[in-house]
């Protein structure tokens, strides 16, 4: 049986895998657990609870909320708010559990559910297996007072904002017109209040969610709408977020796209000279251009490269006491002043250092020099003998030597399917092309099931 969680949270179908009964189930195996670990301060714990604007995002809400209390959590329903607004406010608040009902990116009939302990932070695994071996049994049930009791608090989604304008100090963004895809997701409003108190022009779009047009042909996935609005109205930049607002992409004043390697590049350079980029290390994953590694080397700094994942770009920023981290596809971590991904703060400072610099966001891009880079999915193959099968890795080494220190070779396989991800970067694009073929070619060969 696959394991029920994955690299974020618990996902599926909304109603055909993620249903409400297993949602409860979860939800109460999740207070024991927890519970029985000492993650809560006393016998009388308390949870938020956040959501995307799914329209299943309203039927998983009280399910979570009926499991929680029916185990005796005193909850707060914090409504529609982004997935780093929910890790926040449990710090900010001194609560001892946080739940995210959303599926971040993906589209609308998909949910999720995704935990943060006290402090904000993300589930262990072993945490995660112990809630998935809980579930379904036979528990004592608390009667009378003893249960869990449920509260609505809006101001504290205020004061997610608050914090967010305040990252950057006094309004520094006034002149700056700024476009922002909201996704139609759970940012709608919050980034835009944020944008606006700090004295940007902002041009929303896709900032009207109606249950069923989350991540519809818009957000950080679909930037074709930014980029035309941006270019209409004559922006300094565009700033795409996903549903749950926990990633940013943004696009220069020319409509090109800045992806999350060449945004971590800009703000590492920036947090360096202000001293505020620890050890001068920056955190990136395997999957982060080649480009990046080389602009850093050029600045004095050096890339901490982790497992595709932001809870591993989280793990090492937390055990080294990194200061920035992120991915390619737009999570970028400021540990200052946040413990996950968070597309606003991102697009915050972003904007900030252009401000700061009196440059264009395309002139700050420039720092980094992106190399081709070609990904290939093998389908149908064996994946757990990519790292071993000698036929397989004999061409990895070939292809490794023919690029030598210019480029390079990895290979990936997929966490949940029977696939392998092949990426080769090259100086050229029809170089990187022709040796992810060939070596796409050896995968399927020597692994097909």
């Not at 696959?2 to 999740?30: H, K």
């Not at 929303?204 to 991540?215: R, T």
């Not at 800009?266 to 001068?280: G, V």
Request: aromatic residues 2%; glycine residues 10%.
């Amino acid at each position: 049986m696959a394991r029920l969680f994955g690299t974020d949270g618990v996902r599926g179908v909304a109603n055909v895998e993620l249903t409400a009964e297993l949602t409860l189930d979860l939800s109460v195996a999740a207070a024991h657990i927890l519970g029985e670990a000492g993650a809560f301060r006393d016998s009388r714990p308390l949870a938020l609870v956040g959501r995307d604007p799914r329209a299943s995002g309203e039927f998983l809400e009280a399910a979570v909320i009926a499991g929680l209390a029916s185990a005796g959590i005193d909850v707060v329903r914090l409504g529609v708010v982004p997935t780093p607004a929910v890790a926040y406010l449990v710090n900010d608040m001194d609560a001892d559990l946080g739940v995210m009902i959303s599926a971040s990116h993906n589209p609308m009939p998909d949910n999720g559910i995704k935990f943060f302990s006290r402090g904000g932070v993300k589930l262990d695994d072993f945490l995660e297996d112990a809630i998935e071996a809980r579930m379904g049994e036979e528990w004592k049930r608390p009667t009378g007072s003893a249960v869990g009791r449920i509260h609505n608090d809006l101001g504290a989604v205020e004061g997610y904002v608050a914090h967010l304008v305040a990252s950057l100090g006094d309004p520094s963004l006034m002149g700056l017109k700024v476009v922002i895809d909201c996704a139609n997701g759970a940012a709608s409003r919050t980034a835009l209040e944020a944008f606006a108190a700090q004295g940007a022009h902002i041009i929303p779009i896709h900032a009207e969610p109606d249950g069923l047009n989350i991540n519809d042909n818009c957000g950080s996935t679909h930037i074709d709408d930014l980029v035309e609005r941006v270019l209409a109205e004559g922006a300094d930049l565009g700033i795409a977020l996903d549903g749950d607002a926990d990633r940013c992409l943004a696009v220069d004043h020319e409509g090109t796209l800045v992806d999350g390697d060449r945004i971590l590049a800009i703000l590492a350079i920036a947090m360096k000279e202000e001293r505020r980029l620890h050890s001068d290390t920056v955190v990136a994953t395997v999957m982060s251009n080649l480009g990046l590694v080389n602009a850093m080397r050029e600045h004095g700094i050096r890339v901490d490269q982790t497992k595709v994942g932001d809870r591993y770009v989280l793990e090492s920023m937390n055990a080294n006491g990194f200061a920035l981290g992120g991915e390619q596809s737009g999570h970028v971590i400021i540990s200052e002043y946040a413990n996950t991904g968070d597309g606003t703060l991102t697009g915050l400072h972003l904007a900030s250092r252009m401000k700061s610099t009196g440059k264009t966001l395309k002139e700050l891009g420039e720092v980094m020099t992106e190399l081709p880079q070609v990904v290939i999915n093998v389908r149908g193959v064996d994946k757990l003998r990519a790292g071993i099968d000698t036929g397989v890795q004999a061409e990895v080494t070939a292809a490794a030597r023919e690029l030598g220190d210019t480029g390079r070779v990895l290979l990936r396989p997929s966490g949940t399917e029977p696939v392998v991800r092949v990426m080769c970067e090259a100086p050229t694009a029809g170089q990187a092309q022709a040796i992810a073929e060939r070596l796409a070619a050896k995968v399927e060969e020597r692994l097909s099931l």
